[in-house]
T-cell receptor, first 116, second 112 residues
Framework: DARVTQTPRHKVTEMGQEVTMRCQPI?????VFWYRQTMMQGLELLAY????????DSGMPKDRFSAEMPDATLATLKIQPSEPRDSAVYFC??????????????FGNGTRLTVT | TQLLEQSPQFLSIQEGENLTVYCNSS?????LQWYRQEPGEGPVLLVT?????EVKKLKRLTFQFGDARKDSSLHITAAQPGDTGLYLC????????????FGSGTRLQVQP
């Protein structure tokens, strides 16, 4: 069974440190999403890529967050410097998004980030 | 920004009861999906509805897409403890924005 893999599963870091989260999407999927989930805000869309090109990153604070997709098997989300308010579960999801096809998104199990 | 509001936010019921969860928006969506999420895992797709007025059944779960494609509902008949989880509706935007926007979620607990 193909699945989206996220690493690390848990990350505890101090304020000001750099955090890098990684995602391996499902082979053949053309779209990769990054979401952040908190109790207060629910699932927020941070950024997404289609065929490795960034389409929209308006959901993330650009002064500290960056998202890249260096190749088809790896997507990264970086926070530098991290702040306590960044504490959340970060999900990566991939899917095959075509003009009239609404495929399911396949989610990883998330990275639980705690910034102290 | 396309917003999806879900109600209720929390629901605690006894095994065997029926329930309905609502998902509303002022925006029109190309399609709407329902996901279920369990603790420590990512959301998993339950169903996709595309046509206004569409009704889909998945065993004891019935999903409906509003005629105007702005709202949806999930009805569970004879709920079981295994139905416990976070239910999320999510809408696919129009052609210019092929992104999935999630609702705030409904946390369901079914007591045995």
């Amino acid at each position: 069974d193909a699945r989206v893999t996220q690493t690390p599963r848990h990350k505890v870091t101090e304020m000001g440190q750099e955090v890098t989260m990684r995602c391996q999407p499902i082979l053949g999927h053309n779209t990769v999403f990054w979401y952040r989930q908190t109790m207060m805000q629910g699932l927020e869309l941070l950024a997404y890529f289609r065929n490795r090109a960034p389409l929209d990153d308006s959901g993330m604070p650009k002064d500290r967050f960056s998202a890249e997709m260096p190749d088809a098997t790896l997507a990264t989300l970086k926070i530098q410097p991290s702040e306590p308010r960044d504490s959340a579960v970060y999900f990566c999801a991939s899917g095959l998004v075509l003009r009239q096809v609404f495929s399911p998104l396949h989610f990883g199990n998330g990275t639980r980030l705690t910034v102290t | 920004t396309q917003l999806l509001e879900q109600s209720p936010q929390f629901l605690s019921i006894q095994e065997g009861e029926n329930l309905t969860v609502y998902c509303n928006s002022s925006s029109v969506f190309s399609s709407l999906q329902w996901y279920r999420q369990e603790p420590g895992e990512g959301p998993v797709l339950l169903v996709t509805v595309v046509t206004g007025g569409e009704v889909k059944k998945l065993k004891r779960l019935t999903f409906q897409f509003g005629d105007a494609r702005k709202d949806s509902s999930l009805h569970i008949t004879a709920a079981q403890p295994g139905d416990t989880g976070l239910y999320l509706c999510a809408g696919w935007g129009s052609t210019g924005r092929r992104a999935l926007t999630f609702g705030s979620g409904t946390r369901l607990q079914v007591q045995p």
